[in-house]
């Protein structure tokens, strides 16, 4: 073979390599400051007013929530909010049947939350889950908005019920206040937390959850395949397996044809009363999962896009 061919052959073969290992880089900083998708609903009155993130950190860009940084801000200014409430019960531990607070608790607050929010001027109170239920109770009442961390999704529920917390902050949310809610937070406003991909570390009864809205979630999402020969199933083929065993979901107390949005690392859902829109990175892909005539079918949504007309769908 001539040598310039094999030479041509290399260089094609490194180019694809780096094309295929680090496309992502420049991808990111062009959707996060070129051709990012911002909030373009307006806030509701005594509605529901949420930020729904995938996720807090992105594995390029470390810093806290860094991706949905621009919408938290517009999100707040629009509300003109001052302050949230921080509900760290995610990262809580059960022990000696025993909400207690976990040394993560106070060092996320600390090394991360608290210098995030300062930097974009906003206040945020970390709650005390160690204090007695009735001043929680109070606090969460009185809060003008509410940020629901990360964790697991598991613990989140268990405690949130345990506590008697559940309806307190359902309440605060169906009544309009401005809510930012991250992974296990995102998970526990859906009826159910059964599209959670987080492991059940604690023994739990009851899977229902919020039921802020009308459709089930799956965050993190992604559909790769697992490499060097390992088994395994793909995401899709385990929302599948929901999507068949749970075909319909109840909502406020009627019956709906259930669905699934998946959102990937890098992007948010803002619900705005009965509206919704999906912001974030715009590279990234959100798909909606559900079964017609029995199959299960895979539609690509769009970054920007708004989605209330799903529910109509699926009515």
Do not use: W
Not at 81 to 96: M, R, V, W
Not at 190 to 219: G, R, Y
Not at 287 to 310: A, C, D, H, P
Request: net charge positive; charged share 20%; aromatic share 12%.
């Amino acid at each position: 073979m001539n040598k310039n061919i094999i030479i041509l052959i290399l260089l094609a073969v490194i180019i694809i390599y780096i094309v295929n290992e680090y496309f992502y880089i420049p991808q990111y900083y062009f959707d996060r400051y070129i051709n990012y998708t911002n909030l373009s609903l307006e806030p509701t009155q005594n509605k529901k007013n949420l930020l729904l993130l995938s996720n807090s950190i992105l594995s390029l860009n470390k810093e806290y929530m860094n991706f949905a940084i621009p919408c938290i801000k517009k999100f707040t200014q629009q509300n003109n909010l001052e302050e949230y409430l921080y509900i760290p019960y995610a990262l809580a531990k059960y022990d000696n049947y025993t909400i207690q607070k976990t040394n993560r608790i106070d060092e996320l607050f600390k090394d991360t939350i608290l210098p995030t929010f300062n930097k974009l001027n906003i206040k945020i109170k970390l709650l005390d889950i160690e204090q007695p239920i009735y001043i929680q109770q109070q606090i969460i009442s009185n809060a003008k908005g509410i940020y629901i961390g990360g964790g697991n999704t598991y613990i989140l529920n268990f405690c949130l019920y345990k506590n008697n917390l559940i309806n307190t902050i359902r309440e605060k949310i169906n009544k309009g206040t401005p809510t930012v809610c991250l992974s296990a937070g995102t998970n526990i406003i859906s009826p159910t937390i059964e599209t959670t991909n987080d492991m059940p570390i604690i023994e739990i009864t009851n899977l229902n959850s919020l039921n802020i809205i009308p459709f089930q979630m799956n965050l993190h999402y992604h559909n790769q395949s697992l490499r060097f020969g390992q088994g395994g199933e793909y995401r899709d083929k385990r929302l599948c397996q929901y999507l068949q065993n749970n075909r319909t979901l109840y909502y406020k107390n009627k019956k709906r044809n259930n669905f699934v949005v998946g959102l990937p690392e890098g992007l948010l859902l803002h619900i705005s009363g009965d509206d919704m829109e999906i912001c974030g990175l715009t590279s990234r892909n959100p798909y909606l999962f559900e079964l017609n005539n029995g199959k299960f079918t895979k539609r690509e949504l769009r970054v920007g896009e708004r989605i209330e007309y799903l529910l109509k769908i699926n009515n």
